[in-house]
């Protein structure tokens, strides 16, 4: 799993507004706000974070580390 934290920083390596994220993953907007204000890794429906994480792959970030060891983020070469 991600972390919220994960989610923001991937989403600024990319440029990406919200918006950008929640039409990439199929969610919406009021989704993503909250998932990025969670601490740690986001409550909510796992079919909903792994259509975020999917789609911020899909797009170059490669997720690194775990939620409780170095969680952090990356753009695929």
Do not use: C, H, N
């Amino acid at each position: 799993m991600i972390t919220s934290d994960q989610i923001r920083a991937a989403r600024a390596l990319l440029q990406w507004s919200a918006q950008d994220l929640a039409d990439s993953a199929g969610v919406g907007i009021a989704t993503v706000r909250r998932f990025e204000t969670i601490d740690g890794v986001p409550t909510g429906q796992v079919r909903v974070l792994s259509a975020i994480q999917l789609a911020l792959e899909d797009a170059g970030v490669e997720f690194i580390g775990s939620p409780d060891d170095r969680p952090g983020v990356r753009l695929k070469k």
